[in-house]
């Protein structure tokens, strides 16, 4: 029952874990590791009545796509952490909120800002003042219902509920209004028809192949199949196999930031498709994309940064930000499972080990900044660096 939400035995674990700091990590501390983290996500962030995380919308989507992973790889301490009763309370509260939603864009980076709890009043301010409310997982941005989509899609795989499954399909119906660009294909970035960008687009293929290998309907395989015919030509892959931002009006690539989420989502696309289409080139892709996400957006110690460095500016990637590294080392560790690399395996061994050593306070929450040093972390920031300790867990099993 979701009233029993287990919280205890943090101090205990978080002391087991400290005694195993001076030799290498294992498959284990990474497992206390990953329990001792989710503990703290859901105790410092989670708003039960609303089902989300630290007021931020498409992140507890990617909250719960983590928790999900967790789940599917270590079930036995997903049930003592109760996650499955936190999916299934977000599943059940977060459809039913209606989602007021604003984005503003500065310097390539974006910027969310969500009414979702009313009795916080939210709903006084003017920008929110005539902005339209939607429920079940759907508001004004597709990349928004992508994130929901694939969430459930995981807690699919977790769970075997079916109605996950279905709320995916029955996002995805609604992501395909977003067609009819003017670049010739893929989706537009919001319903307000304007800019066509990378990550909405990515997440549309993303969902599509993902339900085509899950329900086996060819609807949505052909989706997937044209989606990726148009993206690899769309201009947003640059001569460097990195994907930027997004498309000009006249359907050029902008230049903008290679956020490493855009190199990320990609390549969970990918695999999704290759599995679905029992087809290797996908992989081929996906792994150039990889390699070259890894060789640009590492420092010298191979630890991931962010495409412009923001984790030690002011404003510390924002929220929106602070979920993108997560994005990638988990969809590179999605890679990895059908198209093992050795240095794939070492870069999420490394960045985990740093997160836990460098980017980690006394109370156990995760900051922005992998490399360190740590800064106050958010609900955003926690989630995006247990993506890299679940990915860990994976590649030492």
Known sequence: MLHNFSWGG??????????????????????DHTYTAVERLNADWYNAATGIWDNAWWNSANAITTLADFATLCLDEANKLNVGGFILNTYTNAQKTQVQTIKT?????????????????????????????????????????????????????????????????????????????????????????????AIANELYLAVAASLARRTGKDSYLTIAKDQWQWFRS????????????????????????????????????????????????????????????????SNDDGILVEADDCELKDGHCGADGQ?????????????????PDADFKAFIIRNADSIWKNDRNSINRLGVAWTGPYEPASGPSHSSAMDALVAAIAVTA
């Open 105 to 197: 864009m500065n310097e390539g980076l974006v910027s969310s800002a969500y009414c979702i709890d009313r009795d916080m009043g939210c709903m006084a301010k003017r920008d929110f003042i005539g902005k339209r409310g939607f429920d079940d997982f759907v508001n004004d941005y597709y990349d928004d219902e992508g994130w929901w989509a694939l969430a459930w899609i995981r807690s699919f795989d977790a769970s075997g509920t079916e109605d996950y499954l279905t709320m995916a399909e029955n996002i995805f119906a609604d992501m395909q209004t977003g067609t009819g660009t003017n670049c010739n294909g893929g989706i537009y970035w919001s319903k307000d028809r304007g800019y066509v960008n």
């Open 234 to 297: 769309s201009g947003m892959i640059n001569d460097d196999n990195l994907i930027n931002d997004g498309l000009t009006s006249e359907c050029k690539n902008n230049g903008l930031q290679t956020w490493s989420y855009n190199q990320g989502v990609i390549l969970g696309a990918l695999v999704e498709l290759s599995l679905a289409t029992n087809d290797a080139k996908y992989l081929d892709s996906a792994t150039k994309i990889a390699k070259a996400a890894i060789k640009h957006l």
């Open 10 to 31: 943090l101090a205990a674990r978080a002391s087991l874990i400290a005694s195993h700091q001076h030799r290498a990590t294992s498959h284990q501390d990474y497992i």
């Open 323 to 339: 979920q993108f590294k997560g994005v990638f080392i988990r969809n590179l560790r999605y890679l990895n499972i059908v198209a």
